[in-house]
T-cell receptor, first 109, second 113 residues
């Protein structure tokens, strides 16, 4: 079966750094995605990891360890607009993504 | 603008009604998807179409019926729904089968009364 776990909620302060973890157990692996979803809006693509290591893109970085079935999304210099849900998703076969439940991040002043 | 457009954005329907959700993608992608997003539950894949052929049906009840007339358009036909079917229905498309990066529409917020 497919199992993707991430914390339900996190709170952080504006200007700080926050790390959102994701663990997965899937029957296959063809890459891991992070999406951001603001309330009432479509999910938007943030990052993609298929090899072990860190991918950096501006204030956002994503890390993958395939042997541990583990990824994290790192957000630096938090801004109020970063308050959103962050979805971890695994491409386990071909064209299909399996999503975790999402982590709702609240950024406070 | 996401490149994937869904209509309507909001829909309220009775349990005996028949309605359709529409999705259109302007990205030249070959695969399109329907997802269901309920409160406090993960995004659930409902249907996948690749090159206009259905390749995945995740045991979705028959009251949901997809249609993909061409690679740019996807429909979800709804009939005799239940209140528990109330959710956000998201359409997505992708191009590269190896990466599977999906681009999402804004979704249709469906309420069944």
């Amino acid at each position: 079966g497919q199992n993707i776990d991430q914390p339900t909620e996190m709170t952080a302060t504006e200007g700080a750094i926050v790390q959102i973890n994701c663990t997965y157990q899937t029957s296959g692996f063809n890459g891991l995605f992070w999406y951001q979803q603001h309330a009432g809006e479509a999910p938007t693509f943030l990052s993609y990891n298929v090899l072990d290591g860190l991918e950096e893109k501006g204030r956002f970085s994503s890390f993958l360890s395939r042997s541990k079935g583990y990824s994290y999304l790192l957000l630096k210099e938090l801004q109020m607009k970063d308050s959103a849900s962050y979805l971890c998703a695994v491409n386990n076969a071909g064209n299909m993504l399996t999503f975790g439940g999402g982590t709702r991040l609240m950024v406070k002043p | 603008e996401t490149g994937v457009t869904q209509t309507p954005r909001h829909l309220v329907m009775g349990m005996t009604n028949k309605k359709s959700l529409k999705c259109e993608q302007h990205l030249g992608h070959n695969a399109m998807y329907w997802y269901k997003q309920s409160a406090k539950k993960p995004l659930e894949l409902m249907f996948v179409y690749s090159l206009e052929e259905r390749v995945e049906n995740n045991s979705v009840p028959s009251r949901f019926s997809p249609e993909c007339p061409n690679s740019s358009h996807l429909f979800l036909h709804l009939h005799t729904l239940q209140p528990e079917d109330s959710a956000l229905y998201l359409c997505a498309s992708s191009q590269d089968p190896l990466r599977g990066e999906a681009f999402f529409g804004q979704g249709t917020r469906l309420t069944v009364v």
